[in-house]
T-cell receptor, first 114, second 112 residues
Framework: AQKITQTQPGMFVQEKEAVTLDCTYDTSDQSYGLFWYKQPSSGEMIFLIYQGSYDEQNATEGRYSLNFQKARKSANLVISASQLGDSAMYFCAMRGGRDDKIIFGKGTRLHILP | SAVISQKPSRDICQRGTSLTIQCQVDSQVTMMFWYRQQPGQSLTLIATANQGSEATYESGFVIDKFPISRPNLTFSTLTVSNMSPEDSSIYLC?????????FGSGTRLTVV
């Protein structure tokens, strides 16, 4: 069975600092994908970044990068130069299995302090 | 990425009644997924809807409570039946045929 674990229920970070959100996963699939989504208080799910299991390079999207360590089964999100608007809930998710459905971790609530 | 129109955006319903949530996608997609997000919680997959076949339900979710229709490749509905206050949640649909999985804006359901 697939599983996503986010061990940080909440984090407080000073504005302009970098922040790392932890995510570990478990799967028996060889082909899978890892996602990070941001959910602000409005409730919408905003896609941030994607890493495929066969991608050799770590994914980057602007201020977001994904630190993919396949042997350790971790896919941490790094946000550089955090901004007040980064305050939100962040979910790590994994695609795989039959039907390519995605499952989510419990999330990390990030608070950026001015 | 596909764009999803979900409605209603919110509703307040009496216990014992049913609510049908609709999702319309701007392109044809193979799979549509329905999620529930209880207050302060993560997203939990309810079922996967494939056009032309019965939906596949996750453990803890049953068709009698959450019937799903998928009449074509751009549309799906989820019905929450015989509602109780415990069904108060945000319900979201999602598709992922092309690129990242995208989500509808969600239906915020309150059962009183």
């Amino acid at each position: 069975a697939q599983k996503i674990t986010q061990t940080q229920p909440g984090m407080f970070v000073q504005e302009k600092e970098a922040v790392t959100l932890d995510c570990t996963y478990d799967t028996s699939d060889q082909s899978y994908g890892l996602f990070w989504y941001k959910q602000p208080s409005s409730g919408e799910m905003i896609f941030l970044i994607y890493q495929g299991s066969y991608d050799e390079q770590n994914a980057t999207e602007g201020r977001y990068s994904l630190n993919f360590q396949k042997a350790r089964k971790s896919a941490n999100l790094v946000i550089s130069a955090s901004q007040l608007g980064d305050s939100a809930m962040y979910f790590c998710a994994m695609r795989g299995g039959r039907d390519d459905k995605i499952i989510f971790g419990k999330g990390t609530r990030l608070h950026i302090l001015p | 990425s596909a764009v999803i129109s979900q409605k209603p955006s919110r509703d307040i319903c009496q216990r014992g009644t049913s609510l049908t949530i609709q999702c319309q996608v701007d392109s044809q997609v193979t799979m549509m997924f329905w999620y529930r997000q209880q207050p302060g919680q993560s997203l939990t997959l309810i079922a996967t809807a494939n056009q032309g076949s019965e939906a596949t339900y996750e453990s803890g979710f049953v068709i009698d409570k959450f019937p799903i229709s998928r009449p074509n490749l751009t549309f799906s509905t989820l019905t929450v039946s015989n509602m109780s206050p415990e069904d108060s949640s945000i319900y979201l649909c999602s598709v992922g045929d092309r690129g990242p999985y995208t989500f509808g804006s969600g239906t915020r359901l309150t059962v009183v």
